[in-house]
């Protein structure tokens, strides 16, 4: 369980805080931006004004979302 998930989702947004609802092809240079910078979290399942949607990951998305991120290391 992530702690203070209420205050993240309220705070909205930021340099290293970023609200994905479905994961998609921007998402590994995303992540590698908050690599490259001072760090961050990407949520996932969250709208950009910071409400909880959830999302469904096929087995095939969810082995090139891996895969993708396998490929920033």
Excluded: Q
């Amino acid at each position: 369980m992530i702690e203070n998930l209420d205050v993240i989702l309220s705070e909205g947004e930021s340099y290293t805080v970023e609200f994905k609802e479905n994961p998609d092809k921007e998402l590994p240079s995303e992540v590698c931006a908050f690599a490259n910078a001072s760090g961050g979290k990407v949520y996932i399942g969250v709208h950009d004004e910071g409400y909880v949607t959830g999302t469904v990951l096929k087995k095939a998305r969810e082995s090139w979302l891996r895969f993708s991120m396998i490929g920033l290391t």
